[in-house]
């Protein structure tokens, strides 16, 4: 059997640590990626490592190019008082898509798990507490997924935040499109929760 150069297998070792991709897809891009011209290699390689540059908001956790992301220095954002709590910034990008939510965020950063050692500090849920007084937030939307490490960070929230604030959390059930045969019994089970008057 052929032994493959030590680049080639560096390589296919880095890709694999991208989420989806396996020894076989990072073999099939790095083959691939050996009729790249050099200049090809070198920006994608630069653009890679600029990642280590990459800064945070300080107000919300989202990726910025300065000191405040977009949103956070959007002044009728931050006028209407409502805060959107979410876990990672995927979940931010997914709801601000959406285009219906017009208030300011937060990213926690996970969720309790006292198994793996995720507790409130970790979660500096004390800072959010904090900001959400100082900025008179007046609601505040919890948009944590549904699990029982999220139904218990979302209870944790509720229990240390001020009576005044309003607290939410958005639905789960049926998605658009959703056929009831092929759903999970914990999907049935939200979306009874969550129901409405129609």
Known sequence: MIQLPGVIK???????????????????????????????????????????????????????????????????????????????ASDLMAIE???????????????????????????????????IVKREIQEIILAVNPSVEGDATCSYLKSILPETVQVERIGFGVPIGGSLEYLDPMTITKALENRKRF
């Open 10 to 88: 560096g390589a296919v070792e880095a890709l694999t640590r991208l989420p989806g991709v396996g020894e076989k897809t990072a073999f099939r891009m790095v083959m691939n990626m050996t009729n790249w011209k050099a200049s090809e290699l070198i920006s994608v390689g630069s653009a890679l490592a600029s990642l280590q540059n990459l800064k945070l908001c300080r107000d919300c956790g989202m990726f910025a190019d300065d000191s405040l992301c977009s949103i956070c220095q959007t002044e009728n954002r931050k006028s209407l008082k409502t805060l959107c709590v979410v876990e990672n």
């Open 97 to 131: 898509k959406s285009g219906h939510f017009k208030g300011v965020f937060h990213i926690l950063g996970g969720v309790l798990n006292p198994l793996l050692g995720v507790g409130p500090d970790e979660l500096k849920m004390d800072e959010l507490r904090e900001k």
